[in-house]
């Protein structure tokens, strides 16, 4: 998939994060709730370049 980006990723940090590379890590970013217009951050868990690593 040369020249797209993630979009998520992109959205999280603030700059392209281009798909022709892994999936970048956004665990540790503080993001704002859409609804509740509350903050929280990001948790390893959350990361999609996280997922499925052991602990």
């Known amino acids: 998939m040369s020249g797209g980006v993630w979009l998520v990723a992109t959205a999280r940090l603030g700059r392209p994060a ?3 590379e892994p999936y970048p890590h956004i665990c ?3 993001v704002d709730a ?3 217009r509350d903050r929280f951050r990001l948790t390893r868990r959350d ?3 996280c997922a499925g690593r052991p602990g």
């Open 18 to 20: 281009p798909a022709d």
């Open 28 to 30: 540790g970013i503080t």
């Open 34 to 36: 859409t609804r509740r």
């Open 47 to 49: 990361c999609p370049a």
